[in-house]
């Protein structure tokens, strides 16, 4: 074998092997992704079931096989259950729910607050949330009041001044500066709507009445309100 071809047979050899080691390469490299391609699947199999407790007080107490659990995610064997939701100062009731073989089971409910109704809702946010995602007619009601209610708010402050014939025996016209705001930081306010008037002291009935119809002129549901009056 001559010299050149001895180089050319090395050169040979080795590409072989550069070859072989390439293919090994991409051989691990292909594994690999299939590996990471797999594993939701592989996960999704070997996953136990899941329940997302929702419930409306996020106070709530849940009990389920005497066990007490709160809004969160556990893990529970397939089947069906029974759940008793407390609270003080709710209506407790009893709800009833089937964990799937897979994938998680969602459970949104509420109690009634027993002096409030569904308002007791209105100054938490993560019971609006929750109540949300509730198919009921009562609650949807509900929903529907307290968002005219924020739509309103963005009008707040209302400012301005009355001109009202305040004694029509003598036809005098008195000027009434008035200004409507939502209550925030009163003490009064019982709930997180509230229209507080800050005016003039008159003839009050006339300047409720005036004030009642302004209102109504913006929209405003004055039943779903509580109106505080303070009149120097």
């Known amino acids: 074998m ?3 071809e001895r ?10 092997a550069l070859l072989l080691s390439l293919g090994g390469i991409i051989g691990v490299f292909a594994i690999i992704i299939i590996i990471f391609a797999l594993m939701p699947v592989m996960d999704r199999a070997t996953a136990k079931p899941r329940v997302s407790l929702n419930i409306a007080p996020t106070s ?14 556990y893990e529970m064997q397939p089947g069906t259950y029974k759940a008793n939701i407390s609270q003080e100062g709710f209506e407790a009731k009893e709800i009833e729910f089937t964990v799937k073989n897979n994938g998680t089971t969602i459970v949104n409910d509420y109690i009634l607050n027993l002096s409030e109704g569904l308002e007791y809702f209105e100054s938490s946010e993560a019971d609006i949330v929750i109540l949300n995602n509730i198919e009921d007619a009562e609650v949807k009601a509900f929903l529907s009041r307290f968002n005219h209610k924020k739509s309103i708010l963005a009008e707040l402050p209302i400012e301005g001044i009355f001109n009202m014939n305040a004694d029509k025996e003598v036809a005098r016209v008195d000027n009434y500066k008035y200004k409507i705001s939502d ?11 509230c229209l507080y008037v800050e005016s003039y002291k008159g003839n009050e ?22 109106v505080i009056y303070n009149l120097r």
């Open 205 to 226: 009935k006339l300047l409720k009445e005036a004030i009642a119809k302004k209102l109504e002129e913006k929209g405003f549901d004055l039943d779903g309100y509580q």
């Open 2 to 4: 001559t010299f050149s």
């Open 60 to 73: 709530a107490t849940i009990t389920i096989n005497g066990k007490d659990y709160r809004n969160g995610l």
């Open 7 to 16: 180089c050319l047979d090395f050169v040979d050899k080795h590409n072989r």
């Open 183 to 193: 209550g925030t930081g009163f003490s009064e306010c019982k709930k997180i709507f």
